[in-house]
């Protein structure tokens, strides 16, 4: 079955410090996503993507925040300046735009640490 | 706006309970609903979807039906088992290509 790739799967950062973490979608997916969970927390949307542009931000993804799909796989997160509180799984997700069997596959996430 | 709510948890149940995690939601149109499943230190799994009204969706004995007049989607199990032990993410997307919106999430310890 299709997977959406993440990677690291674990990121020890220092605070001030910009990360980029990495996601593969499924290939044939259209629209792509990042989402966070903060530990014991609901998942929050951040951002979705298509047609290489952003689609629909939340309130969270500020302008310490971008995204780029920098070849015709790869989808980044990058954070400019990291703070302590984006300490969180990040998860990545991509979809088809085929309703109406379409769906979500996430990834397994990657555990951002900031100290 | 649009939202999804979840029973609170944590949900503790015997081996071989039935199982049901309530969820409703808001939105304007006809949403696809979703449930995830998170098991301990492990990403999200699409478990089961429904995407019209009436529509039921199934997988791994789990079952929700996508009622439209009450605004739900409860999630039921006939006899759980101890592996169906993780965190429960009710779901809803307004259409392709947007994002979803997770409830809270509830989570069910199942002991033998």
């Known amino acids: 079955e299709p997977e959406v790739t993440q990677t690291p799967s674990h990121q020890v950062t220092q605070m001030g410090q910009e990360v980029i973490l990495r996601c593969v979608p499924i290939s044939n997916h259209l629209y792509f996503y990042w989402y966070r969970q903060i530990l014991g927390q609901k998942v929050e949307f951040l951002v979705s993507f298509y047609n290489n542009e952003i689609s629909e931000k939340s309130e969270i993804f500020d302008d310490q925040f971008s995204v780029e799909r920098p070849d015709g796989s790869n989808f980044t997160l990058k954070i400019r300046s990291t703070k302590l509180e984006d300490s969180a799984m990040y998860f990545c997700?991509?979809?088809?735009?085929?309703?109406?069997?379409?769906?979500?596959?996430f990834g397994s996430g990657t555990r951002l640490t900031v100290v | 706006g649009n939202s999804v709510t979840q029973m609170e948890g944590p949900v503790t149940l015997s081996e071989e309970a039935f199982l049901t995690i309530n969820c409703t939601y808001t939105?304007?149109?006809?949403?696809?609903l979703f449930w995830y499943v998170q098991y301990p230190g492990e990403g999200l799994q699409l478990l089961l979807k429904a995407t019209k009204a009436d529509d039921k969706g199934s997988n791994k004995g789990f079952e929700a039906t996508y009622r439209k007049e009450t605004t739900s989607f409860h999630l039921e199990k006939g006899s759980v088992q101890v592996s169906d032990s993780a965190v429960y993410f009710c779901?809803?997307?307004?259409?392709?290509?947007?994002?979803?919106?997770f409830g809270k999430g509830t989570t069910l310890s199942v002991s033998s």
């Open positions: 997700a991509s979809s088809s735009d085929r309703v109406p069997n379409y769906g979500y596959t």
């Open positions: 939105a304007t149109g006809y949403p696809s």
């Open positions: 779901a809803l997307s307004r259409q392709a290509g947007t994002a979803l919106i």
